[in-house]
T-cell receptor, first 117, second 116 residues
Framework: AQKVTQAQTEISVVEKEDVTLDCVYE???????LFWYKQPPSGELVFLIR??????QNEISGRYSWNFQKSTSSFNFTITASQVVDSAVYFC??????????????FGTGTRLLVSP | EAEVAQSPRYKITEKSQAVAFWCDPI?????LYWYRQILGQGPELLVQ????????DSQLPKDRFSAERLKGVDSTLKIQPAELGDSAMYLC??????????????FGSGTQLSVL
């Protein structure tokens, strides 16, 4: 079965520091998708990125960047020049095929990021 | 921007009572999901609907939980009777199509349930 591990339970940084959130996954599928979601204190999960297993190019979106390495089954997330508004819980997730032909998301346990002024 | 609506935002109930949560997905989204998130853990799928049909409820404790999406639009998740271990955040999500592996899910703000 698919599994997502986020070993960092909580990370505290000071504003403007760079921070990397780790994600390691396990799957037997050759085609799969990886996701990152942000959960601010308000509760809803906000989609950040989706990555196809065949696309190992790193991606950058503003202060956010993602490093996908199939060789180590990792999909790490870096925030550059962190801001207080980045404080949230961040979840890594992996698509898992179901017997019905549909897919579901398997989430990691999340990493709480605290950015102080 | 369209949002997934959930109510109530918070619910406190006593053990053995019945509770119900409501979700209104983004208009036009065919797939609706109910997830449960226990404190300190990631969300886990309880049930998935495609239009009005259940496509997966393998993780739904069917002795006490039920879910419906009668007209293929909004949905209700019910727990009867509630147990202490049901205390969690219940999140609803929707997506455009049939839950394809590359689909983006849109989540609501959830219902925080506390069972006393």
């Amino acid at each position: 079965a698919q599994k997502v591990t986020q070993a960092q339970t909580e990370i505290s940084v000071v504003e403007k520091e760079d921070v990397t959130l780790d994600c390691v996954y396990e799957t037997r599928d050759t085609t799969y998708y990886l996701f990152w979601y942000k959960q601010p204190p308000s509760g809803e999960l906000v989609f950040l990125i989706r990555r196809n297993s065949f696309d190992e190019q790193n991606e950058i979106s503003g202060r956010y960047s993602w490093n996908f390495q199939k060789s180590t089954s990792s999909f790490n997330f870096t925030i550059t020049a962190s801001q207080v508004v980045d404080s949230a819980v961040y979840f890594c997730a992996l698509s898992e095929p179901m017997n019905t032909g549909f897919q579901k998301l398997v989430f990691g346990t999340g990493t709480r990021l605290l950015v102080s002024p | 921007e369209a949002e997934v609506a959930q109510s109530p935002r918070y619910k406190i109930t006593e053990k053995s009572q019945a509770v119900a949560f409501w979700c209104d997905p983004i208009s036009g989204h065919a797939t609706l999901y109910w997830y449960r998130q226990i404190l300190g853990q990631g969300p886990e799928l309880l049930v998935q609907f495609q239009d009005e049909s259940v496509v997966d409820d393998s993780q739904l404790p069917k002795d006490r939980f039920s879910a419906e999406r009668l007209k293929g639009v909004d949905s209700t998740l019910k727990i009867q009777p509630a147990e202490l271990g049901d205390s969690a955040m219940y999140l609803c999500a929707s997506s455009v199509n049939r839950g394809l592996d590359d689909e983006k899910l849109f989540f609501g703000s959830g219902t925080q349930l506390s069972v006393l």
